[in-house]
Structure formats: C-alpha cells, structure tokens
C-alpha cells in the first residue's frame, strides 16, 4: 500500500513576541463610539425594513416562490395525512392535561394557523405534544384538583364529582397558562434570547423526554384500568400514585380493562403491518384514526358506558369558541410553570427543527422559531388552547408523505376545522380507555430512548451521568421542577469539567514544531532547561488555585517552600547587614572619640613646651601615636538565593485552551511570575488569544518589569526565544568558568 505523500514546509522570520507582532500587523485601538452604534442601530432605509418584514413574516419570503407543479400534491396529501392524526392525538393528549377531548382539537387548529405564517421550519408539525400535555395536566389538577368540586348528593346521601364545573375551571387554567408561556417566548425572542436552547444538551432532553413519558403513562393508568385514584402533588407524587395505583387494582373495571388491552394490541399489530408496508404504501395507514371509529361504533351499538362502566369522551360541541381574555389572577400562580413550558416547547421544537434544516439544507432562525411559538401560544390561549410544541411522529409523517413547505400544516389545520364544524359530535360515545392506549402505543418512540444509557457509557460517560440525572431528577420532582434541577445538574458538569482539567507537560514531538504531552506520546520529549505546561480548560476563579497548584506539582518545584527558604535567607541577610552596620557606627563613634582625646592632650603638650626655656635641654621622646582602630572591613556574603541547579531556566505556559480570563485568573498569572522570577526562573506566556492579552492589559499584568516581551503568540517562538536565553547562559557559564576559547 502506497504511503501518503507528505508536504514539507520551512518558514524564515525572526522571533516574534506579542509586541513585535502588534507592531508588525499594526494593531489598532480605533473602537466605534457608542452613540456611532445607536445611530447605526436606528438608521432606517428600505432595504433594511424589506429585510425586517421578511425575518418577521417568513411567509412572505417563501410563498411568493411557492411552486404550484413541484409542491402542491406532496403538501396536499401530507396534510391530510397528519390531519387525521391530530384527531386521535389532540384527543388523548386533552386527557393528559385534564381538560375535555375537544379542547385537544382546539389546539391542533389555532396554533398552527399562526406558526404557518411565522414559523422558520418547513417540516415540524407543530398542536398538541404528549411532554407539554402532561406539565399541563400538572399545574390544572394542582390548581384545580377534584377534592375541590365534591358536592353532596340528597338522593344517594354521597359525594359526587361537579365534573362540568371542574372542567370549566380547568379550561381557563390551561389557557392562562399556556397564554403566559407565549407571552414569555416572544419577549425572549425580541432580545434575542433564542442561544438558550444551548442550555438543554441532547443527553438532557432525551432523558427529559423519557422521564415525561413515565409521567404521562401513569398519569393515564386510571383511564387504562378504570379507576380513580388519589391526585398527588409535588416532590415523589409519581411515586405515591403508583402506589395508590396498585392499593386500586382489585377495584379495576373489567370492561375498561379489555378495551384497552384489545386497542393496545390492534394498535401495535396494525403499526407493526405499516412498517413492514412502509415501502409498498405511498401513505401509512391511519390506524388511530381507524382504531377510534371502529372503537366509537362498537361502544354505540353496545352500549359500553352504561352497561359495562366504561367511561367515555363524553359531549363534544360542535362549532368554534370565541376569544375570551385569561383571569389575571390565576396568571400570578403560574409564573413558574408558564415558564417551564415555554423553554421545553422552544426546546423541543427547535431540535426538531434543525434537525430537518440540515437534511434539506436550509436555516432555521432560532430566534424567530421563539417568537412564532409564542405567538401560537399566545393566540391559542386566547382561544382556551393549552401549550402546543413540535411532535416527532406527526413531523415525521409530514417529511416522508411528501409535505415540503408549511402548506401542509395549513391543510391538516383545515382537516381539523371540518372535524370540529361537522363531525366532531360523532365521537361522543369514544372510550377513555381506547385513547390512553394510543397514548401509550405512541410512546415506544420515547421508550425506546433508554438505550440511549449504553450508546453514551461508550461515548461520554459524562453525558450519561446527565441523561441518568434528567430522568431520574425528573420522576422526583416532576416535569417542571424536574427541568430547572437537570439544567442545574447540567450545568455543575461543565463546572465541574472546568475545575478539574487535564494538566500536561508537553515536549516537542522530534524535527517538528509540534509539540504533545510526553506522557501520552512516545516521540514527545522535553527541552534541557524548558518546562512547557497547559491546562485542558480555560483559567478563572473556580481553578485558579488548582492551576497554580498543579504547576508546582508537575514541575516538582516546591515554591512556597524555595520562597520561604529565600525569604528567611534575605531576612538574615538583613539582620546581619543590620548588626554589623550598628557596630560600626559604633566604632566609628568610639574611633572618633579617642581621637577627640589625643587632639586635646597633644594641644596641652604644645602648650607646656611653649612655657619652658628655650635653652633648657629636655629630654627628647617620641609620642606615639596611637593606631586608630580599624573599622571592620570583613567582606560580607552577598545575599543573592542561590538556585538549585536542577530548576528549569524557563517555565512556558501554554494558554491556547484559554478562551478568557478574569480578575482572579490575571491575579494569578501575576502572581506565577513574580514568584518563579524571584528564584530565577523566567514565565513565558504562549498561545495567548487576543481577548486574554486584553484581559491582561485591563488587569495591570504588565509593568515596568513585566512587558509584553514575555507573550508569544505561538508556542514555538516561546520556545526558540528560551532556547536562545539558555545558549546565552550556557557561554556566559563557560566564560566565568574560564573554559570559553
């Protein structure tokens, strides 16, 4: 097998540093001023408002080119297609968020009248969602719950349920909720707020979105079996119902019971048949729409409700309802929870979104998706809808039928309007039981993500401890409360990442500029008198100390020990230099004393010699003159540290992965240099992304010691710049040796 041919490159330049490189690319400081930015941010011109109205409007842009001969059948049979399937779906999944079957189909027509004209996808189908449903059917029945509609029967001497009442009340809960949550969505998507979708991972939507489906199947056990168990609320009430759920099994109505398990059945047999004709048949077969007609015929003709206690849809009205305004005061109460919504639904139906963006190479506008599903929502609850999002297997549905635009959500919006206006009613005699089992046959989707645990253990364990966390935080806490602890969660792993980085020693790979921890590389050594250190994460206040600590470790030099050591040495040195200077200004004192004293007897010597005879012979001595006493001139040991041999002559620390820095990360680079200077060893800077060198100039890094000399945009300049340094040293070494020729 033939070699791949590798390219050889060589490049002739001098050593840069950060300093030649500003002035060698002509670094400029020129900043906009801040009114220049409101002016151009305010500046009004045509093809600016065109641009406006076509991002705001998307229909605009894309209907005028739509194509009549390319399109219009594919969206026409695609509509109908995932029309028929709001109509099983809206239904079953009005039960999860506790309010009547017909509010389900509500929401399966206004929402998707107004992401028609707003919405950015052509693919998603946007109505009712099973996760939505139940974080729905949570914040009603928490509201709203039966105990608060038990009236007292005069004919049987019992309680019984004010189901109409009870219902009315849940309706305007749902739609308060829901209006809120598109309320929230278009003001995060006016500032732009769409980025916080990178807040929810695959692994923790997944995960989300699994847990959500053991949520909905319990919530839907009472319709399966037939039996009324206790609401709960709160932390670990998916546990008390399952438990009360099991205390209610004796009670099970038999009738309920089969017509469940025989719908589960069929629905899985005749699924199973349109996959294995999913080839051969140009339209899957509707089987929730078949399983509901033949469901609804059957329950007619015997009489199921009344014979057998199967519980049924019950009235539908027919016709359309009128706007009505929510009660402000039951906003108040679900702040939190319209919130929640808001981020699941946008979540949700942007991943969706992308995901088919990609397949057919266009652009998603995440920002405008916001404001188009706020709207819908918005809108929705004006008109008693509950909270809509994006639903995979309709969308999928959608794509494979042959929809490529919008068009065909308009279309399926149109099925569900004749259903509403005309055969709505028809449906009254439905059985309960035979919606929770379309909810439960739809679910395998979502089941089915649990093997999502073994993909991830091989992948990223990290993301599998996320995915695990989201299910199971979620099943505690509930769907909302159980979000805001996943995002928490997710969030602590990147902490978590970022404050326990990989550390590396790295050694230049042989007769290459390419350099790679010597650990994991064979090839890579170390340079004589170099230290090449980098950190896997960027540097602020979370690892700022482990960095530094961890620099010490790896370069086997103690420094807060070789300072303390030099400290006291120069403390020493500044006592003894103390002393011996008091001592001789002591003697010098003491000198000058005496000397004041030989001054004076020599003067009175003069003086009594002057009053004798001139010619009177005396005899003749020699004054000795005292020897002053010497001043102490021992030679003092220069205080200078003297460095260990084995210390690199430079560290270098690679900040490539260094992506910003703060107060504390510049405080403590300053502090690695002033400390590893004082014992000798110099801190070069390698790798330093632009924004981290204007970290360090706004945080007075630099000095009049400290200049930018020690920057280098590549690691290797770093290197070329020590390894002349060193050379330097080694022949001034040789010199003072006297070994130099």
């Known amino acids: 097998m033939e070699q791949k041919r590798r390219v050889g490159y060589a490049i002739q330049r001098e050593v840069l540093d950060e300093q030649n490189v500003e002035e060698l690319a002509e670094k400029s400081d ?12 305010l500046r009004c011109s045509g093809p600016r408002v065109k641009r406006s109205m076509l991002s705001c409007v998307p229909i605009v842009s894309w209907l005028r080119r739509y194509s009549l001969r390319d399109w219009a059948i594919g969206d026409l049979v695609s509509g109908i297609s995932v029309g028929i399937m709001h109509l099983p779906q809206g239904m079953a999944y009005a039960l999860l968020a506790a309010v009547p079957p017909v509010f389900g189909l509500y929401s399966s027509f206004y929402p998707i009248l107004v992401y028609f004209i707003f919405g950015t996808s052509r693919h998603i189908s946007v109505g009712t969602y099973a996760v939505m449903s139940v974080m729905i059917g ?26 109409y009442t009870r219902d009315h009340e849940r309706v305007k809960i749902a739609a308060a909720v829901t209006f809120l949550s598109g309320i929230l969505q278009v003001l995060l998507g006016m500032v732009q707020f769409g980025f916080v979708v990178t807040y929810l991972s695959e692994p923790l939507v997944r995960g989300y979105t699994t847990a959500a489906a053991i949520n909905v199947i319990v919530s839907q056990l009472k319709y399966f079996f037939g039996i009324q168990p206790e609401r709960f609320s709160g932390p670990f009430s998916l546990i008390y119902t399952v438990i009360d759920v099991c205390y209610l099994l004796p ?30 048949l140009p339209v899957p077969i509707p089987v929730e729409l078949l399983a509901i007609i033949i469901a609804t015929v ?69 920002n405008q998706e916001l404001i188009a599903l706020g709207l819908s929502n918005t809108v929705g609850g004006l008109f008693q809808c509950f ?28 099925v569900i309007l004749i259903i509403l206006l005309k055969i709505g009613e028809l449906f009254e005699q439905l059985p309960k039981a035979v919606l929770a089992a379309i909810i439960y046959v739809n679910l395998h989707g979502m089941m089915k993500q649990f093997s999502d645990i073994r993909i991830l253990w091989r992948t990223n364990r990290v993301d599998m401890v996320v995915w695990i966390a989201t299910l199971i935080l979620t099943v505690l806490f509930n769907p909302d409360m159980g979000l805001a602890a996943s995002i928490a969660f997710s969030i602590l792993t990147v902490i978590f990442r970022t404050q326990l980085p990989q550390y590396s020693i790295l050694g230049q790979v042989k007769g290459t500029d390419i350099y790679r921890p010597i650990n994991k590389y064979k090839q890579a050594y170390q340079l004589p008198g170099l230290f090449i250190f980098r950190s896997s994460a960027t540097l602020y206040f979370a690892n700022a100390e482990m960095y530094a600590d961890a620099l010490s470790a790896k370069s086997g030099i103690d420094i807060t020990k070789i300072l303390t050591r030099k400290r006291k040495q120069d403390l020493k040195k500044l006592r003894r230099e103390k002393k011996e200077a008091k001592k001789a200004k002591k003697e010098a004192k003491k000198a000058a004393k005496m000397e004041t ?122 290197v070329l710049h020590c390894q002349k340094d060193e050379a330097r040293q080694h022949i001034t070494d040789q010199v003072l040796a006297g070994t130099h020729l």
């Open 251 to 280: 009670k099970t109505n038999i009738g309920t019971l089969v017509v469940s398990i025989v719908t589960t059945v069929g629905l899985i047999g005749a699924k199973e048949v349109n996959s294995l004709l999913a080839r051969k």
């Open 597 to 718: 004293k030989m001054e004076a007897k020599m003067e009175a010597k003069m003086d009594s010699d002057t009053e004798a005879e001139p010619e009177t012979e005396t005899d003749e001595y020699e004054l000795e003159e005292p020897e002053p006493p010497q001043i102490s001139t021992v030679a003092t040991v220069e205080g200078n540290f003297q460095t260990d041999r084995a210390l690199p002559h430079a560290i270098i620390l690679d900040l490539s992965p260094v992506n910003f820095l703060d107060t504390v990360g510049v405080k403590t680079l300053r502090n690695i240099q002033k400390d590893y200077g004082e014992i000798g060893v110099e801190v070069i800077l390698a790798g330093c992304q632009p924004c981290v060198v204007e970290s360090l100039e706004r945080g007075e890094f630099f000095s009049e010691k400290v200049t930018k000399g020690c920057l280098f945009s590549s690691l290797h300049d770093a």
């Open 138 to 163: 949570g914040v009603t029945e928490r509201i709203a719950p039966d105990s608060n509609f038990l009236i007292w029967d005069n004919v049987t001497n019992t309680s019984v349920m004010d189901t």
């Open 387 to 414: 909270a809509i999002s994006c639903s995979m297997s309709r969308s999928l549905v959608q794509e494979s039928t042959g929809g490529k635009t919008q068009v065909a959500s308009a279309i399926s919006a149109f």
């Open 298 to 366: 059957i329950s007619w003709q015997f009489n199921l409700d009344t014979k057998y206690g199967v519980e049924v849809v019950g009235p539908i009205p027919s016709g359309l309802q009128p706007p009505m305004v929510p009660e402000v005061s039951i906003l108040g109460q679900v702040i939190g929870d319209a919130f929640a919504l808001a981020i699941v639904g946008y979540g949700i139906a942007i991943s969706l979104g992308r995901i088919f963006a990609l397949k057919y190479g266009y652009r998603v506008d995440s």
């Open 30 to 41: 020129a900043k906009t001023p801040l009114s220049e930015k409101i002016k151009k941010s």
